[in-house]
């Protein structure tokens, strides 16, 4: 699949959005890309293990959580989960963690129908987060090759129809 077909696929218009990474502190990128989908108006989950609430949105500590609300269509915290018809995750923590992280979404029952997108921002991923991605079934869903959804987020709306 083309970039700008995974592109297009990470949007949807019943979808929800996470942001793995997500910061209260401005300077950093987690706080940019959870601006953007913010000021886009997307429903979007900022994961952080140690946040209760970033740029007024609820945090959850993990992304696992999320996806088993999805996938039992139970709500989670203040987000609308029950409805959606699944996730795309933006990463921006280092490798390592991003690795460990697509670890731990294998872990949740059909998590091959729930995740829908899964956007390495630059500097979230190295060869072992793709190999990672492969392993786990979910290589034809990754956006990289130093992708950034603040400049390519708005044609993939756009080719979404959002």
């Known amino acids: 699949m083309s970039m700008k077909l995974k592109i297009k696929s990470f949007f949807g218009s019943n979808r ?4 793995v990474g997500a910061s209260n502190n401005p300077s950093k990128f987690g706080y940019k890309i959870l601006s953007w989908y913010v000021s886009h108006k997307l429903p979007v989950i900022p994961i952080n293990p140690k946040e ?15 996806l088993q609300a999805v ?26 963690i991003t690795s460990a992280t ?3 979404i294998a872990t949740v029952p059909d998590y ?9 921002q630059p500097g979230s991923y190295d060869q ?19 992708e950034c959804i603040l ?8 080719s979404a129809n959002l």
Do not use: C
């Open 16 to 19: 929800q959005y996470a942001v």
């Open 52 to 66: 209760q609430e970033i740029l007024g949105q609820a945090v959850v500590n993990n992304i696992t959580a999320v």
């Open 71 to 96: 996938g039992s269509k139970q709500d989670i915290s203040t987000h609308k989960t029950s409805t959606v018809d699944g996730v795309s995750i933006s990463f921006l923590t280092p490798p390592k």
């Open 102 to 104: 697509l670890l731990e």
């Open 112 to 120: 091959k129908s729930i995740v829908k997108g899964l956007w390495f």
């Open 128 to 146: 072992e987060v793709l190999d990672v991605a492969q392993q786990i079934g979910l290589s034809d869903l990754v956006i990289q090759e130093d």
């Open 151 to 158: 400049v390519r987020g708005e044609e993939g709306m756009v």
